[in-house]
């Protein structure tokens, strides 16, 4: 989600796995080893993308995984590719909790992820919900 084509999701996921692998002597366990790796993935994702401000990065999702999740899908039809297009119009962290919750995360585990509180998830998955209804019936 936080990519445009294949040599960036590529570049991005080797900055990830260095960057696990080099903060991999601080981890304390105090979480999951899971949801330690998603923040540092998530934090990794959207600090890249803050970085490259004159590009637009959010415009259009990468085409191979919109086609990944409609492949996915058995009811193939253009209702879920308009809700890839209304996803990328989310924000980075509108796009990150959804991103966690469409891996099934529990809300404490996508607040202690993304440094928020279970509270806070809940009113912006509630939030997201609404604004995804709205930008498929409109779109």
Same mark, same amino acid.
Request: proline share 1%; with cysteine; net charge positive.
């Given at each position: 989600?936080?990519?445009?084509?294949?040599?960036? $999701?590529?570049?991005? /996921?080797?900055?990830? =796995? &260095?960057?696990?692998? %080099?903060?991999?002597? !601080?981890?304390?366990?105090? +979480?999951?080893?899971?949801?330690?790796?998603?923040?540092?993935? =998530?934090?990794?994702?959207? !600090? %890249?993308? %803050?970085?490259? @401000?004159?590009? $637009?990065? /959010?415009?259009? &999702?990468?085409?191979?995984?919109?086609?990944?999740?409609?492949?996915?899908?058995?009811?193939?039809?253009?209702?879920?590719? &308009?809700?890839?297009?209304? =996803?990328?119009?989310?924000?980075? *962290?509108? %796009?990150? *909790? !959804?991103?966690?919750?469409?891996?099934?995360? +529990?809300?404490?585990?996508?607040?202690?992820? &993304?440094?928020? +509180?279970? !509270?806070?998830?809940?009113?912006?998955?509630?939030?997201?919900? +609404?604004?995804?209804? @709205?930008? *498929?019936? =409109?779109?």
């Amino acid at each position: 989600m936080y990519c445009n084509n294949k040599e960036d $999701k590529e570049d991005l /996921f080797q900055d990830i =796995i &260095l960057q696990l692998w %080099r903060a991999y002597p !601080t981890f304390k366990g105090d +979480s999951k080893i899971s949801t330690w790796m998603y923040r540092i993935a =998530i934090n990794n994702a959207i !600090t %890249r993308l %803050r970085k490259q @401000t004159k590009r $637009k990065a /959010f415009n259009e &999702l990468d085409d191979e995984a919109m086609q990944i999740a409609v492949k996915e899908n058995t009811g193939t039809d253009e209702r879920i590719l &308009l809700m890839y297009d209304a =996803i990328k119009k989310l924000s980075e *962290v509108e %796009r990150a *909790v !959804t991103m966690l919750y469409m891996e099934e995360c +529990s809300y404490k585990e996508m607040a202690e992820i &993304l440094g928020l +509180s279970e !509270t806070n998830i809940g009113f912006k998955l509630n939030k997201i919900k +609404s604004k995804l209804r @709205t930008l *498929v019936n =409109i779109g």
